[in-house]
Protein backbone atom coordinates (compact mmCIF):
# COMPACT_ATOMS: atom_id res chain seq x y z
CA UNK A 1 0.00 0.00 0.00
CA UNK A 2 1.31 3.26 -0.70
CA UNK A 3 0.61 5.94 2.04
CA UNK A 4 1.56 9.48 2.56
CA UNK A 5 1.05 10.79 6.29
CA UNK A 6 1.88 14.49 7.38
CA UNK A 7 2.90 15.70 10.80
CA UNK A 8 4.20 19.02 12.75
CA UNK A 9 1.16 20.87 12.61
CA UNK A 10 0.15 22.91 15.56
CA UNK A 11 -0.80 26.18 16.99
CA UNK A 12 1.35 28.87 16.66
CA UNK A 13 1.67 32.99 17.17
CA UNK A 14 2.18 35.04 14.14
CA UNK A 15 6.18 35.44 12.90
CA UNK A 16 6.41 31.87 14.72
CA UNK A 17 7.70 29.07 12.60
CA UNK A 18 6.73 25.37 11.63
CA UNK A 19 8.38 22.25 10.48
CA UNK A 20 5.96 19.83 8.52
CA UNK A 21 6.72 16.68 7.62
CA UNK A 22 5.21 14.23 5.36
CA UNK A 23 6.50 10.05 5.80
CA UNK A 24 6.22 8.17 2.75
CA UNK A 25 5.17 4.23 3.39
CA UNK A 26 5.13 1.47 0.80
CA UNK A 27 6.73 2.69 -1.86
CA UNK A 28 10.26 5.30 -2.32
CA UNK A 29 10.01 9.16 -3.25
CA UNK A 30 13.05 9.09 -5.41
CA UNK A 31 11.02 9.05 -8.80
CA UNK A 32 7.98 11.13 -7.17
CA UNK A 33 7.12 14.53 -7.30
CA UNK A 34 5.59 16.35 -4.63
CA UNK A 35 3.31 18.51 -3.55
CA UNK A 36 1.91 20.78 -0.52
CA UNK A 37 -1.40 21.66 -0.73
CA UNK A 38 -3.51 23.81 2.09
CA UNK A 39 -7.30 24.00 2.72
CA UNK A 40 -9.01 26.62 4.86
CA UNK A 41 -13.07 26.46 6.14
CA UNK A 42 -15.24 27.67 3.37
CA UNK A 43 -11.84 27.93 0.64
CA UNK A 44 -11.20 26.26 -2.14
CA UNK A 45 -7.48 23.90 -1.84
CA UNK A 46 -4.83 25.48 -2.67
CA UNK A 47 -1.08 24.64 -4.20
CA UNK A 48 1.31 26.00 -1.67
CA UNK A 49 4.42 24.40 -3.14
CA UNK A 50 6.04 21.40 -4.88
CA UNK A 51 9.25 19.17 -5.42
CA UNK A 52 10.47 17.37 -8.86
CA UNK A 53 11.57 13.92 -8.26
CA UNK A 54 15.22 15.47 -8.88
CA UNK A 55 14.43 18.66 -6.42
CA UNK A 56 16.35 20.06 -9.46
CA UNK A 57 12.81 22.14 -9.85
CA UNK A 58 10.59 23.74 -7.33
CA UNK A 59 7.63 26.05 -6.73
CA UNK A 60 5.57 28.06 -4.52
CA UNK A 61 2.52 30.04 -4.72
CA UNK A 62 3.41 34.09 -4.62
CA UNK A 63 1.59 34.73 -0.58
CA UNK A 64 4.63 32.58 0.75
CA UNK A 65 7.63 32.29 -1.68
CA UNK A 66 10.41 33.49 0.81
CA UNK A 67 8.82 32.10 3.39
CA UNK A 68 8.19 28.64 2.90
CA UNK A 69 11.03 26.31 1.87
CA UNK A 70 10.48 22.76 0.50
CA UNK A 71 12.77 20.09 1.08
CA UNK A 72 13.09 16.10 0.59
CA UNK A 73 15.63 13.57 2.15
CA UNK A 74 15.38 10.55 -0.14
CA UNK A 75 17.66 8.93 2.15
CA UNK A 76 15.00 8.91 4.98
CA UNK A 77 11.72 8.65 2.23
CA UNK A 78 10.53 12.17 4.01
CA UNK A 79 9.79 15.71 2.40
CA UNK A 80 9.55 18.78 4.57
CA UNK A 81 7.92 22.08 4.43
CA UNK A 82 9.93 25.09 6.91
CA UNK A 83 7.82 27.49 7.58
CA UNK A 84 8.61 30.99 8.95
CA UNK A 85 7.00 34.58 9.26
CA UNK A 86 3.70 32.79 10.11
CA UNK A 87 0.60 34.87 9.13
CA UNK A 88 -2.63 33.94 10.34
CA UNK A 89 -4.24 33.70 6.74
CA UNK A 90 -1.45 31.21 6.64
CA UNK A 91 -3.95 28.88 8.38
CA UNK A 92 -5.47 25.73 7.18
CA UNK A 93 -5.62 21.84 7.17
CA UNK A 94 -2.06 20.89 4.77
CA UNK A 95 -1.84 18.16 2.60
CA UNK A 96 1.20 16.67 1.36
CA UNK A 97 0.45 14.54 -2.54
CA UNK A 98 2.89 12.26 -4.26
CA UNK A 99 3.02 11.06 -8.18
CA UNK A 100 5.40 9.43 -10.62
CA UNK A 101 6.25 12.48 -12.62
CA UNK A 102 10.03 12.27 -13.98
CA UNK A 103 9.31 15.64 -16.11
CA UNK A 104 11.40 18.60 -15.06
CA UNK A 105 8.63 20.71 -13.23
CA UNK A 106 6.56 19.74 -10.46
CA UNK A 107 2.61 19.99 -10.88
CA UNK A 108 1.47 22.98 -9.24
CA UNK A 109 -2.22 21.77 -9.25
CA UNK A 110 -3.92 18.86 -7.43
CA UNK A 111 -5.37 17.10 -10.70
CA UNK A 112 -1.95 15.15 -11.10
CA UNK A 113 -1.48 13.71 -7.90
CA UNK A 114 -2.65 10.24 -6.78
CA UNK A 115 -1.49 9.93 -3.38
CA UNK A 116 -2.80 11.60 -0.88
CA UNK A 117 -1.83 12.19 2.98
CA UNK A 118 -4.73 12.91 5.20
CA UNK A 119 -3.43 16.33 6.22
CA UNK A 120 -2.22 18.04 9.36
CA UNK A 121 -4.09 21.57 11.06
CA UNK A 122 -1.42 24.51 11.05
CA UNK A 123 -3.10 27.20 13.28
CA UNK A 124 -1.82 30.68 13.50
CA UNK A 125 -3.43 32.64 16.08
CA UNK A 126 -2.67 35.17 19.17
Known amino acids: QLQLVESGGGLVQPGGSLRLSCAAS????????IGWFRQAPGKEREGVSC????????YYTDSVKGRFTISRDNAKNMVYLEMTSLKPEDTAVYSC???????????????????WGQGTQVTVSS
Open 26 to 33: GFTLDAYA
Open 51 to 58: ISSSAGST
Open 97 to 115: AAQLWLRTSCPRVARPYHT
